[in-house]
């Protein structure tokens, strides 16, 4: 059943629950890189500061603050810089398994299309650990909780562009399968401006030969998201002129949902209990989303 994932709450992304996540992945990062008692309160104290007296649209906004400010403190440029080198190089290892299988598949869309919500799990920002064998396998037979898949189909043969916006290193590498089986031949595919959890840059993205398959941008904004107010020019111009979106990912969707754009087609693994109750499924779930009434 198609349910009705209309967000209206405007504080949708203020609940304390988005603050306390938050804490514990930057307590998880002090104790990655052993950092001292002192930069570490230096950082909680910054932290609280932030909380009390800035205001943020989404909580991806809130963490590119943070994470400049724990850069700053730390010296350590891209915190997740190991992790993403070996989410692409296991995910490239399971291209050449699945590839094959895609191409031979009845539908291979709709195996592509699964394996890329998939890589969704690859997400060192939203868990310490993930196992993306069992996944895959659960994606591959499991009945979506929002599943547009086949507007999205219909959609993509009239579209004259296409826009994918990009999440997760590792991840990237089943997008790059799905873009292939798309076969489109106008795609442009968007990164991160910077540094930001274990999103991919232009460097993971050239790792993975996308560019031979589409025009490879990044959005101007070192955010775990899409913020279209603070990304570049080149970006928002591309976004504007683009027939259809696709956006990988929670922190995709918390960035552009409120735009309610009937073109953006949301396909992601939910996971956190905050978005599951905005958006009316269970925590897990797997989505494809459009808006368009």
Known sequence: MIMDTTITDPAVFNDL???????????ALFRKFNISEKVRNEFLNAFDEIAKTQHFGSTPEMQQKLNGVFRTLTGIADAFEAEKSESNRVAEMLYKIWQPRVTAAPDPFRMALRLAIAGNIMDYGAADSFDIHKTIESVMNASFAVDHSAKLKQELRRAASVLYLGDNAGEIVFDRLLVETMAHPNVSFAVRGGPALNDATM???????????????????D???????????????????????????????????????????????VKCDVMAEKLKVDKGSFIVLNQAK
């Open 203 to 221: 460097k993971e993205a050239e790792e993975t030969g996308l560019h031979r398959l589409a025009k490879v941008m990044n959005s101007g904004f």
């Open 17 to 27: 629950r988005c603050k306390d996540c938050l804490l514990r992945s930057y307590h």
């Open 223 to 269: 955010a775990p998201s899409t913020i279209l107010k603070k990304s570049s020019n080149e970006f928002r111009d591309t976004f504007r002129s683009a027939d259809l979106i696709i956006s990988k990912g929670q922190g995709n969707l918390e960035g552009l949902i409120d735009e309610n754009d009937p073109r953006i087609f949301f396909l992601l693994m």
